[in-house]
C-alpha cells in the first residue's frame, strides 16, 4: 500500500520548464516592443518579476499587479518607454504554448499514473496553465489543475490548499504529498497546511531556516523512494 496515494505536484520548475518558457516569452516581448534581447536585459525582468511574485505570494500583490509590476519597474529602471498591457499580453500568450517540460517529468508521472493519483497546483494564469498543460504530454495524466486564479486564493494560504482539499474526493492530509520547488509558495503552504512536504531541489540549493520540509529530492526519479 503506497505512502501517500494523492500527489500535489507544483507546476512551474518542477513539471514544466519554466526557465525556458520564461526566456522564450521575453524574447516574444522584445520582438514586439522593439528591443534587442540581451541576457542584460532579460536579467532585469527576471529580477523584478522573481521579486514581484515573491510579493504575491506574501499577498502583497493583486494577480494583475503582478503580472505587470515588472515591466513597469523595468521600463523605469531603464527609461524605457513599454506598451505595459502589450508587452503583458505577447508573454501570456507566448507562456500558454510552452510545453517544455523538467528532465523525467513525463516518464515520472506517467509512472506514478499508474498507483496514484496526480494533480497540479499552481499560483499561474489560468488561461496560462490551461493552455500549457492542454498542449503537453502531461494533459492524460493529471487529474486536474488546481489554479489560484480559480480558486479564490493562492499558495501558500491555507484557504488554497483548504480548496483543493475540497475537490477531492478520500484525500486527507495525511494521505498526500505536495511536491514542489518553491520555499515561499510550495514548501510553505503544505506546511502551514498540515500535509507532509517534498522540496524538488535540483541545484542543491541550502534550504533557509524557516521552512518545514519533510523531504528533499535533487531528481524526480527520487520520488519513488518516498512512496
Known amino acids: 500500500m503506497t505512502r501517500y ?3 500535489l505536484f507544483d507546476a512551474d520548475n518542477t513539471l514544466f520548464d519554466f526557465d525556458e518558457a520564461n526566456i522564450s516569452s521575453f524574447r516574444a516581448v522584445c520582438a514586439y516592443a522593439g528591443l534587442a534581447f540581451t541576457p542584460e536585459l532579460f536579467a532585469c525582468f527576471d529580477r523584478r518579476n522573481n521579486a514581484a511574485w515573491a510579493r504575491f505570494d506574501r499577498g502583497e500583490l493583486t494577480k494583475d499587479e503582478t503580472l505587470r509590476i515588472q515591466f513597469r519597474e523595468m521600463s523605469e529602471e531603464l527609461g ?12 501570456l500568450e507566448v507562456l500558454g504554448r510552452s510545453t517544455a517540460l523538467v528532465p523525467h517529468a513525463l516518464e515520472v ?3 506514478l499514473k499508474k498507483t496514484h493519483r496526480v494533480y497540479l497546483i499552481t499560483n499561474a494564469v489560468e488561461s496560462v496553465q490551461r493552455g500549457r498543460l492542454g498542449r503537453s504530454a502531461l494533459a492524460p495524466l493529471i487529474e486536474e489543475a488546481f489554479i489560484s486564479e480559480t480558486a479564490g486564493a493562492a499558495k501558500p494560504s491555507v484557504e488554497y490548499f483548504d480548496y483543493v482539499f475540497a475537490h477531492i474526493d478520500g484525500i486527507t492530509r495525511e494521505n498526500c504529498l505536495v511536491i514542489g520547488d ?46
Open 5 to 7: 496515494p494523492y500527489l
Open 80 to 91: 524605457l518607454e513599454l506598451d505595459i498591457e502589450g508587452c503583458n499580453r505577447v508573454r
Open 109 to 111: 508521472v506517467r509512472e
Open 182 to 227: 518553491s520555499l515561499t509558495s510550495d514548501m510553505r503552504g503544505g506546511g502551514d497546511a498540515g500535509i507532509v512536504t517534498c522540496w524538488y531541489n535540483p541545484e542543491g540549493a541550502a534550504a533557509p531556516d524557516g521552512y518545514r520540509i519533510d523531504h528533499e529530492i535533487h531528481n524526480l526519479h527520487e520520488v519513488y523512494g518516498l512512496l
